[in-house]
Every structure is written in structure tokens, then in C-alpha cells.
């Protein structure tokens, strides 16, 4: 192989280094891209995870707040029926002579 070869084939070596070196620099951007990215979907998925929890928290005060005017409304059904009840008796009793 002659000297002018050997430069030829030098100076092809030199420009496939370069091309290669600028892939890797690429390839690291990416990879620094990739791992920013990763690092932003934990961040979204712990917010995701509190959210759920706070969602499943908010549910059952909800539901707690629809079910309170059936539960007063079943204390005040309770409490007249229990009058109801305790006049007949005192009725009955009084009827009976024992009042």
C-alpha cells in the first residue's frame, strides 16, 4: 500500500470517526431526553396516586353527606311513631283503668 493510500484511507477512517462521534452525541441527547422523561412520568405518577387517593376520600364524604338527610328523616319517622306508640298505650292503659 502506497503512501497516498494510506492518506486516502486515513482521511476516511478520520471522517467515519467524526460521523460516529456525532451519532453518540446524538444518541446521549437522546438518552438524557429519555431519562428526563422518565423522571417526569414518576413525578405523574405519584400525583396520580395521591389524586386517587384523594378522589376515593372525597367519595365517601360524599357519600356520607347524601345518605345524612335519610338518616334524619328516618330519626324523625322514628321519634313520632315511638309517640304514637307510647299514646295508644297510655290510651289503652287509661282505658283499662290502670292510668
Given at each position: 500500500?502506497?503512501?497516498?493510500?494510506?492518506?486516502?484511507?486515513?482521511?476516511?477512517?478520520?471522517?467515519?470517526?467524526?460521523?460516529?462521534?456525532?451519532?453518540?452525541?446524538?444518541?446521549?441527547?437522546?438518552?438524557?431526553?429519555?431519562?428526563?422523561?422518565?423522571?417526569?412520568?414518576?413525578?405523574?405518577?405519584?400525583?396520580?396516586?395521591?389524586?386517587?387517593?384523594?378522589?376515593?376520600?372525597?367519595?365517601?364524604?360524599?357519600?356520607?353527606?347524601?345518605?345524612?338527610?335519610?338518616?334524619?328523616?328516618?330519626?324523625?319517622?322514628?321519634?313520632?311513631?315511638?309517640?304514637?306508640?307510647?299514646?295508644?298505650?297510655?290510651f289503652l292503659l287509661m282505658k283499662a283503668g290502670i292510668?
Amino acid at each position: 500500500m502506497t503512501e497516498e493510500e494510506k492518506t486516502i484511507l486515513l482521511t476516511q477512517h478520520d471522517g467515519q470517526i467524526k460521523r460516529h462521534e456525532g451519532r453518540i452525541r446524538d444518541l446521549e441527547r437522546r438518552q438524557d431526553d429519555l431519562d428526563k422523561l422518565v423522571a417526569a412520568m414518576a413525578t405523574v405518577e405519584q400525583k396520580q396516586a395521591s389524586m386517587d387517593e384523594d378522589l376515593k376520600e372525597i367519595k365517601k364524604d360524599v357519600k356520607l353527606l347524601a345518605q345524612r338527610p335519610g338518616k334524619r328523616w328516618d330519626a324523625v319517622v322514628e321519634k313520632v311513631l315511638t309517640a304514637l306508640a307510647g299514646a295508644l298505650v297510655g290510651f289503652l292503659l287509661m282505658k283499662a283503668g290502670i292510668g
